[in-house]
């Protein structure tokens, strides 16, 4: 009997702890996931997708007419001031240029030295004329000859005058440096600046884009042939999200990670800020330069942004999921005081997808609720197991970049994150 008594005496004891254990553990509360506010260096970025475009393009064309007898360049090659892109024929024009060098060259070695004896026989002639109407004179003085043939000397005389005028201003206009000599070398200049464009040069220094002549091709004035991006004027184009206009400003730093090298981030900066909003798509143009440019950065390559809006060397942290009824920069937390869960009011500073500066309400090792959204009323008692923050200090950049670049809508390609201060590789 006593046994026994012993057996009941040991199950109603358990049974009183079991049933105290109970009581106890729904006293203290259930258990809830929880953060603790801490203090770190904070950045706030905007990360958006956009396109690499250069300011300054030319198009280059042909002044003359002619058939491609060799094309020299294509697309993707780098160009220098001056380079050959491009030959065309030139066979009428360049026989025309031998030809006025041809007659050149017979002024040179004979016309002009045949005006210049023609010149002297006037001269000589003249001199003869003057001889013959001064003998005439004197026979005529005492009537040896007749008023008629006096008159023809004197005709002869002003005939060898003339011609000597005329031998003269041909001579001068023949001679070096005179009219006929400077008309010649301007038409041979003319020609051969009509040749020099059968060679398509390049005027600027860039990228070719675009080629749009082959070989064979019949070309004529007014047709793009070539479209080239000028060096040194590289920008990111980006259409931002018009919620986060009040955030940016110029000389924003930013880094750009492209799809093709994700492992090789690029420094930019906000050099221009669009004046007007995108209606239709509810987007702000952004553009970003983009100096010194990487070699690998090409035209139309898709680019991800991070945009640096704002930095704390030191500011208390809590992760969005933590905050209820946020109203632009206040917002409600369920703080735990003592084991008790009390709804608190604080105040916002850089904010994000992830993250947001607490200014006011909270304290560098308080404990918030995870689920800011619990219907537990004011004073519940709950038991907290602390979660991890969604970035930690190790966290890189650059991975932090390639997971959340994801890609963007047709409205909003673009988001606003908090993340902790890191060095960057």
Do not use: C
Request: glycine share 6%; charged share 25%.
């Amino acid at each position: 009997m006593r046994a026994v008594n012993y057996k009941y005496v040991i199950v109603i004891v358990l049974l009183i702890l079991a049933v105290g254990f109970v009581i106890f553990r729904w006293w203290r509360g259930p258990l809830l996931p929880s953060y603790s506010v801490s203090s770190m260096p904070l950045v706030q970025t905007v990360v958006a997708s956009g396109r690499v475009v250069t300011t300054s393009r030319t198009q280059v064309g042909s002044e003359v007419t002619g058939v491609v007898l060799e094309r020299l360049v294509q697309e993707g090659d780098q160009v220098a001031k001056g380079d050959l892109l491009l030959v065309l024929s030139s066979d009428g024009v360049a026989a025309q240029v031998r030809q006025a060098e041809a007659e050149l060259a017979e002024l040179v070695t004979s016309t002009r030295p045949q005006a210049v004896v023609d010149l002297s026989k006037a001269e000589v002639q003249l001199a003869q004329a003057r001889r013959n109407v001064a003998r005439r004179r004197e026979l005529a003085a005492i009537s040896a000859i007749s008023d008629e043939e006096m008159e023809q000397a004197e005709q002869a005389e002003d005939q060898a005058r003339n011609d000597l005028e005329v031998a003269r201003l041909r001579a001068e206009a023949l001679a070096s440096g005179g009219v006929e000599e400077v008309l010649l070398r301007e038409r041979i200049a003319a020609l051969q600046a009509q040749l020099d464009k059968t060679e398509v040069r390049s005027e600027v220094s860039g990228t070719v884009l675009t080629r749009d002549v082959e070989p064979g091709d019949l070309v004529q004035p007014g047709r793009t042939l070539f479209t080239i991006a000028l060096d040194g004027s590289t920008e990111i184009e980006v259409p931002l999200d018009e919620r986060n206009l009040s955030r940016l400003a110029l000389q924003q730093s930013a880094i750009g990670v492209t799809d093709a090298y994700p492992d090789k981030p690029f420094a930019a900066r906000i050099n221009f800020i669009a004046p007007s909003i995108d209606s239709q798509r509810g987007t702000v143009e952004v553009r970003l330069n983009v100096d010194p440019v990487p070699q690998f950065l090409r035209q139309d390559m898709t680019v991800s942004v991070n945009i640096e809006t704002g930095r704390r060397e030191q500011a208390l942290v809590i992760p969005n999921d933590a905050l209820a009824n946020v109203q632009e920069d206040n917002a409600q937390v369920l703080l735990l005081h003592n084991g008790k869960v009390q709804r608190q009011k604080v105040t916002l500073g850089l904010r994000g997808l992830a993250m947001s500066e607490v200014i006011e309400g909270l304290n560098v090792g308080d404990q918030v609720l995870v689920d800011a959204t619990s219907s537990l009323a004011d004073g519940a008692r709950v038991r907290t197991e602390v979660q991890a923050m969604p970035f930690s200090e190790s966290s890189n950049y650059l991975n932090s970049i390639d997971s959340n670049s994801s890609a963007p809508t047709d409205n909003d390609n673009s988001a606003t994150r908090n993340e902790p201060a890191v060095k960057l590789n």
